[in-house]
C-alpha cells in the first residue's frame, strides 16, 4: 500500500467517494505523496519518455517555431517565453541553444518555467545553469508577470485532472472512487445524474471534462488575444467530438491500474483538442491547427535537420538519429505522429506560423 493510498481511504472512510477528478489530483499534486513531488519520472529508468526526451531535434525544432513566431509578433522587447511543465528543462535547453540564432531574441527573452514539482525544479535549474537569459519560477500560469509571451506546453495538459460521467438510463452520473466491501479502492458512480450536460449519448458512454485544461486555456487564450503571442499545445489527445474513457496509469512504460498504486503512477487523459479550440476561439484567439506531431516536425524540416546531424555522427549514432525521426513522426501505433497533435493559439491578427498550412520549413538555418 503507498502512503498516499492510506491518506485516500482516510479521506474517502470521512467524506464519502471522491470524484476521479479529484483522486487524479491528489495522486499527481498532493504536496507530500503526489506523484510529480518527489520525483524525475522520465527516461528508461522511470515511467514514460517524452518527445524532447527522445532527441535534442524535437526542442530544437520548437526553439526555430519560436523565433518565427516572435518575428510574427513584430519583434517585442521584452517577450515572454513561458513553459508550463519543463519536466527535465531539456526542451527549454535545446529550444534556447537553437533560439541563439537571432542573438536578439536571446537579448529580449524573459522566461518564466511553471512547474509544481520541486524535484523538477531542481532538474530544471540545473539543466539551465548556463543559460544566457533571465529564468523565474512559477506555481501557475496566473503568476506569470504580463506582456506578449510564447507560451509552450508539451505533455502538460494530459497531467490536469478531469471529470468523468457515465451515461445511464438516469442521465451522465459522475464516476466516483470510494472503497469496495473489502476497503479496496473502486469506481463508482453517483447515485443522481448531474444536471447541465449534453443530451443523448448511448448507455455506459463515458464523458470527460477537463475543466481544469480548459480554465489554463481561457486564462492563455485572453491573454494573447489582449497581450499579443502565441501558445504551442503538444500532447497526446483527439480532435473530434469525443466520448470515451482515456484515464488512464503508465508505471515502467505500461499501462497499470489507476487505482492500483495512488501516487506511484502517472495519471493522464487524453487532450480534447476540439474542446480547448473552441473555448480559446470563444476568448477572441485565433486557432491554427491540430495538427499530427508528424506533419508538425516534417513541415519544420525535422528530415533535414536529422540528415544534418547524421552527417557528421558515427554509424550507431546516425541509427539512433533515425530510430528517433521514426518514433517522434511515424503515424502508425509506435510513433507519435498521429496519436500526438500540436495546436497553436494566438493573437487574432497573427499571421500562419511554420508547422500549420502553407508556412516555410526552417530547419536549414541550422547548423
Ligand atoms: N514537458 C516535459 C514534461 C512533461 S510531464 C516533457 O515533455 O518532457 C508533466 C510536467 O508538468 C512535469 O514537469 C510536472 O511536474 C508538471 N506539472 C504537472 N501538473 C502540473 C500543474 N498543475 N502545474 C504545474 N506543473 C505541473
Keep these: 500500500m503507498t502512503a498516499l493510498d492510506e491518506e485516500l481511504r482516510g479521506i474517502i472512510a470521512a467524506e464519502g467517494p ?49 523565433l518565427e513566431a516572435w518575428a510574427g509578433m513584430r519583434e517585442p522587447r521584452p517577450v515572454r517565453l513561458v513553459e508550463l511543465g519543463p519536466g527535465r528543462g531539456t526542451l527549454m535547453a535545446d529550444l534556447l541553444r537553437a533560439a541563439r540564432l537571432r542573438p536578439a531574441f536571446v537579448d529580449a527573452v524573459e522566461v518564466d518555467l511553471v512547474e509544481t514539482s520541486p524535484v523538477l525544479r531542481e532538474r530544471q535549474r540545473e539543466k539551465l545553469a548556463g543559460a544566457p537569459v533571465r529564468i523565474g519560477w512559477r506555481e501557475r500560469f496566473s503568476e506569470v508577470p504580463d506582456g506578449p509571451a510564447i507560451v509552450i506546453a508539451n505533455e502538460f495538459f494530459d497531467a490536469l485532472p478531469a471529470r468523468q460521467f457515465v451515461r445511464t438510463d438516469r442521465g451522465w452520473c459522475e464516476r466516483l472512487v470510494g472503497l469496495s466491501l473489502d476497503g479496496e479502492l ?9 444536471q447541465g450536460l449534453p443530451p443523448g449519448g448511448r448507455a455506459g458512454d463515458v464523458l470527460e471534462w477537463p475543466g481544469a485544461a480548459l480554465e489554463t ?16 499545445v503538444i500532447d497526446y489527445g483527439y480532435n473530434g467530438p469525443g466520448t470515451g474513457e482515456t484515464f488512464q496509469a503508465m508505471k515502467r512504460h505500461v499501462h497499470a491500474d489507476p487505482l492500483a498504486t495512488p501516487g506511484a503512477a502517472d495519471l493522464t487523459v487524453h487532450v480534447d483538442f476540439a474542446k480547448l479550440a473552441a473555448a480559446a476561439k470563444t476568448l477572441g484567439a485565433r486557432i491554427h491547427g491540430p495538427v499530427g506531431q508528424g506533419a508538425f516536425l516534417r513541415a519544420l524540416g525535422i528530415r533535414e535537420r536529422a540528415a544534418r546531424l547524421q552527417r557528421r555522427a558515427t554509424p550507431p549514432q546516425a541509427a539512433a538519429i533515425e530510430q528517433a525521426l521514426v518514433r517522434l513522426t511515424d503515424p502508425g501505433p509506435r510513433g507519435m505522429g498521429d496519436l500526438f497533435k500540436v495546436l497553436c493559439i494566438s493573437h487574432p491578427h497573427l499571421r500562419e506560423l511554420p508547422g500549420f498550412a502553407r508556412a516555410p520549413n526552417v530547419a536549414e538555418s541550422l547548423a
Design 186 to 194: 473502486a469506481f463508482g458512480l453517483a447515485p443522481a445524474p448531474t
Design 217 to 232: 486555456v481561457n486564462a492563455i487564450a485572453a491573454r494573447l488575444a489582449a497581450l499579443g503571442g502565441a501558445a504551442l
Design 18 to 66: 471522491i470524484t476521479v477528478e479529484r483522486y487524479m489530483a491528489l495522486c499527481l499534486g498532493h504536496p507530500v505523496h503526489g506523484y510529480y513531488m518527489g520525483r524525475d519520472p522520465f527516461g528508461a529508468a522511470g515511467d514514460f519518455t517524452t518527445a524532447p526526451e527522445i532527441s535534442q531535434m524535437f526542442g530544437e525544432l520548437i526553439g526555430l517555431w519560436t
